[in-house]
């Protein structure tokens, strides 16, 4: 029963538990906690308890501490620790052989921070304390890993302490949560100081320590310190992987240092660890983002030619850039490319082409791609979109330009709203003709759409 767990076929267990009782042999404590461990697998929860409490006394088997734990495990796991601790109150109230231990109050504590009812976790948490119940590292972890998600970090900092003060050393699992939560809450000093306690401490920070620190760093601008801690980790002995690569290629990339990203690239190949979609999308944004397509496009050349199919991201990305830059025949071969190799096209992607025909003036196939978004049920630009395309072309004095994409608007069942009209009569204005400018105003009126102080400051 017990291999058939392990092996992940729960149901041969409980099959072999069922010929047991038939040929009439007895049960005992180890079988019968088995055979709950085979019910929790099969995620038969309700079962297992009924078991736990009716059963296992029916078969002659008294349940111990062991028998409760899987359960209020199983319970934990299936998001139904309030349960669990009924079932713990229980166990403290009936007593006999069943002693509440640091195992059972952790499971059901770690069970309440999962669903994110910290509240009652630090309250069964100092009940434990109460009862005498000492806790141990993975019952600190837990906590602390909760508060640091909650970005509670002083008092996490604070639980640290009187870890420490009670005697039980924190591991490595504890300073990745502290290291972890001060770098995503961008309070990189403090990530400093816990990743310098760490080591003072003789833990040697891992694989997922460096990779907080350096995803903060990067996010900082400091890609350069985040290279020192990976040359640092791969001087230790740890192997970086494709995520390791991954947050420094993206540093680099945000912070324009292409030299660097491909030099870092070249070296990740020539170590064996094969660049995966996100490292080519990861590039390839690098380059779209400050309009250098042509080196984008090579990436995505060799990107196809190594194997890697490119996803709705890399076409969304590739379209996008193109797009932006009036490159509208490249984009929409893209765009065909797309569909010929089954990824199907965001929203985003008819967005950027949309936007691409409309500030191109071609508003037949900005008009022809929003038929085709209505046609798919995909959700067609809404007026905030139109908004941005128009309020651009007004500033930038093609008023003509932005009338006929108003006039798209209409066509295609959208209703303008004061930034619409605000924006033509601001237009007008921009290029000397009030008149039309005024005209604007009294047609905001005749559909119901009051003007605002801008609009009628404009005109």
């Given at each position: 029963?017990?291999c058939?767990?392990r092996?992940?076929h729960p149901?041969?267990?409980?099959?072999?538990?069922s010929?047991?009782?038939?040929?009439?042999?007895k049960?005992?404590?180890?079988?019968?906690?088995?055979?709950?461990k085979?019910?929790?697998y099969?995620?038969?929860t309700d079962?297992a308890?009924?078991?736990?409490?009716?059963?296992?006394?029916?078969?002659?088997?008294?349940?111990n501490a062991?028998?409760?734990s899987i359960?209020?495990?199983s319970l934990c796991?299936?998001s139904?620790?309030?349960?669990?601790?009924?079932?713990?109150?229980?166990?403290a109230k009936?007593?006999?052989?069943?002693?509440?231990n640091?195992?059972?109050?952790?499971t059901?504590?770690?069970g309440?921070?999962?669903?994110?009812e910290?509240?009652?976790?630090?309250s069964?948490?100092?009940?434990?304390m109460?009862?005498?119940?000492?806790p141990?590292?993975?019952?600190?972890?837990?906590i602390?890993?909760?508060?640091?998600?909650?970005?509670?970090?002083?008092?996490?900092?604070?639980?640290?302490?009187q870890?420490?003060?009670?005697?039980?050393?924190?591991?490595?699992?504890?300073?990745n949560?502290?290291?972890n939560?001060?770098?995503?809450?961008g309070?990189?000093?403090?990530?400093?100081?816990?990743?310098?306690e760490?080591?003072?401490?003789?833990?040697?920070?891992?694989?997922?320590?460096?990779?907080s620190?350096m995803?903060?760093?990067?996010?900082?601008g400091?890609?350069?310190?985040?290279?020192?801690?990976?040359d640092?980790?791969?001087?230790?002995?740890?192997?970086a992987?494709?995520v390791?690569?991954?947050?420094?290629?993206?540093?680099?990339a945000?912070?324009?240092?292409?030299?660097?990203?491909?030099?870092?690239?070249?070296?990740?190949?020539?170590?064996?660890?094969?660049?995966?979609?996100?490292?080519?999308?990861?590039l390839?944004?690098g380059?779209?983002?400050r309009?250098?397509?042509?080196e984008?496009?090579?990436?995505?050349?060799e990107?196809?030619?190594?194997g890697?199919?490119?996803?709705v991201?890399?076409?969304?990305?590739?379209?996008?850039?193109?797009?932006?830059?009036g490159?509208?025949?490249?984009a929409v071969?893209k765009?065909?490319?797309m569909?010929?190799m089954g990824?199907?096209?965001?929203?985003?992607v008819?967005?950027?082409l949309?936007?691409g025909?409309?500030?191109?003036?071609d508003?037949?196939?900005?008009?022809?791609?929003?038929?085709?978004?209505?046609?798919k049920?995909?959700?067609?630009?809404?007026i905030?979109?139109?908004?941005?395309?128009?309020?651009?072309?007004c500033k930038?004095g093609?008023?003509?330009?932005?009338h006929?994409?108003?006039?798209?608007v209409?066509d295609?069942?959208?209703?303008?709203?004061?930034?619409?009209?605000?924006?033509?009569?601001?237009?007008?204005c921009?290029?000397?003709?009030?008149?039309k400018?005024f005209?604007?105003l009294?047609?905001?009126e005749?559909?119901?759409?009051?003007?605002?102080?801008?609009a009628?400051?404009t005109?």
């Amino acid at each position: 029963m017990e291999c058939c767990c392990r092996a992940g076929h729960p149901e041969l267990g409980l099959a072999i538990f069922s010929r047991l009782l038939r040929t009439g042999l007895k049960t005992n404590e180890i079988v019968g906690s088995t055979f709950l461990k085979c019910l929790s697998y099969a995620k038969r929860t309700d079962e297992a308890l009924n078991v736990l409490l009716h059963r296992m006394p029916e078969l002659g088997c008294v349940p111990n501490a062991f028998s409760y734990s899987i359960v209020l495990k199983s319970l934990c796991d299936n998001s139904m620790s309030q349960r669990a601790l009924d079932l713990l109150q229980r166990m403290a109230k009936e007593g006999g052989g069943c002693f509440l231990n640091v195992v059972t109050y952790s499971t059901v504590i770690h069970g309440f921070f999962k669903e994110g009812e910290i509240g009652k976790a630090c309250s069964l948490f100092h009940e434990m304390m109460q009862q005498g119940v000492v806790p141990n590292v993975w019952t600190y972890n837990s906590i602390i890993d909760a508060l640091c998600k909650a970005r509670a970090m002083d008092k996490a900092e604070l639980v640290l302490r009187q870890m420490v003060a009670k005697g039980a050393q924190p591991d490595t699992v504890t300073y990745n949560c502290l290291i972890n939560g001060y770098a995503t809450s961008g309070r990189l000093k403090e990530a400093a100081k816990m990743f310098r306690e760490m080591k003072r401490r003789g833990l040697t920070p891992n694989i997922v320590t460096c990779g907080s620190l350096m995803t903060s760093l990067c996010k900082h601008g400091r890609s350069k310190e985040a290279r020192e801690i990976f040359d640092s980790m791969t001087s230790k002995g740890h192997r970086a992987n494709v995520v390791s690569y991954s947050i420094l290629l993206h540093g680099y990339a945000n912070e324009g240092c292409f030299a660097d990203m491909i030099y870092l690239f070249n070296s990740m190949k020539s170590n064996g660890i094969a660049a995966d979609c996100r490292v080519f999308n990861i590039l390839i944004n690098g380059y779209a983002k400050r309009g250098m397509m042509d080196e984008a496009v090579l990436i995505f050349t060799e990107m196809r030619e190594k194997g890697v199919s490119p996803d709705v991201v890399t076409y969304t990305t590739v379209i996008a850039a193109l797009s932006r830059m009036g490159r509208l025949t490249d984009a929409v071969d893209k765009f065909d490319e797309m569909i010929a190799m089954g990824v199907q096209p965001s929203i985003p992607v008819y967005q950027s082409l949309i936007q691409g025909f409309c500030i191109d003036g071609d508003l037949v196939k900005a008009k022809e791609l929003v038929s085709e978004m209505m046609n798919k049920g995909i959700p067609c630009p809404n007026i905030v979109f139109f908004n941005s395309v128009i309020n651009s072309l007004c500033k930038e004095g093609r008023i003509m330009d932005a009338h006929d994409i108003f006039d798209l608007v209409i066509d295609i069942g959208e209703r303008p709203d004061t930034i619409t009209f605000s924006s033509l009569i601001d237009g007008y204005c921009l290029v000397g003709k009030m008149d039309k400018a005024f005209g604007m105003l009294n047609a905001m009126e005749s559909v119901g759409v009051e003007p605002d102080c801008n609009a009628l400051d404009t005109a």
